[in-house]
């Protein structure tokens, strides 16, 4: 009774704040959102492909497999085969980290593209009520939008509210790589606004890769948005536990190790971890090996830790808020696997604090002309003399 009491009175705490500095009737009914069901198997067509022998061996199971295995498999078939199976189990291929990429991204055009047909079924459908008919329209229209020419969807997967991923610029030769973590509220239907395009992880990626390209127009680069896992829906009870961040940063690990099999960046991808996605990152970070991994935090409620130690040596940690982002008056705290440690921006914490001048609000760090941008486009390209930082 006492931990359900202290809760809400968490739950409570986040959302208040939040709509005493956002002023956002939004961010209140917010706080009353379910619970998200986390997508922790492998997608449709999984238990089919383990028990597919057409091809006389047997295929990488997804939910266990290791990308070097599964890249080993791959390297191991005939460009038909490869064909074969990316027809036969779209959603598999085009979610298995280690697979080829351009091979990925066929079969993601084709799981888009079957997606479409169905959510423009079920719109037909008559039965439907309004609310229903309205979001098979919405999911027919943001799964249409994929399919645009050029676009190069990494990972698509239509359960729940969708998860889908992307890359921006040429990932097999980039020399330097970027992956957005993105927060709350990202999903198939936020992926890439057309309004407020900063406010989508897509859109946040684009910005980030035309800044690497403006600083450094003869380095090689690619970013990944990366919404690869269920994320919290407003400020309810997801947002002040890490039971989403449990199972989204396995899911990170995978996709790092598969651009490990699939990429050869001069050094590891930067992570830049907004918001919630600073408590996937944290998650991660003490499971990091080898080469030392650029990890940035912005907007960042706290990454599950007291200080920057806690999260291991395979990181070097960066940490940026500015002073008009509502989520500074969060309470910085954990109490019985409640809220999420402390400040990254603290003095104390040990992030490099970085300057990020010029952005406003919680969403604006990925707008043109702002120090973050900047910031984030010169640790990614490991340009770090270039770093502007925060002043005492």
Known sequence: MQRRRLKRMLIG?????AV???AGAAAAQAAASNEQVAISTPPAGADAWVKDHSLGRALPDPATAEPAAVA???????PAQQDQLAHAYPLVVGNLDGAPLQLRYRA????????VATARARAADKSLDADQHALAVSRANDCQALLTPGRQILSFDPRGRGLVSEVFGDLASAQRVSVIV??????LGHFDRSVEPLRSPAGMARALRAEEQREAPGTRTAVVAWTGYVTPVGLGPDAVTSRLADVGAPRLARLLGGLAQTSSPTAPPALLCHSYGSVVCGTLAPKLRGETTDLVVLGSPGMGVQNA???GTGVHVWATRNPSDWIGNVPYLEVGGLGH?????????GAEQIASTGAAGHMGYFADGTASLHNFAAIALGDYQAVSYRLS
């Open 182 to 187: 993105p927060g709350s509220d990202t999903d």
């Open 309 to 311: 130690d806690e999260l």
């Open 20 to 22: 005493l500095a956002d």
């Open 341 to 349: 440690g402390a400040d990254p921006t603290s003095a104390d914490f």
């Open 13 to 17: 705490a986040f959302a208040t704040c």
């Open 72 to 78: 080993a498999f791959f390297a191991s078939l005939t």
């Open 108 to 115: 993601n055009a084709l799981a888009v593209t079957a997606e």
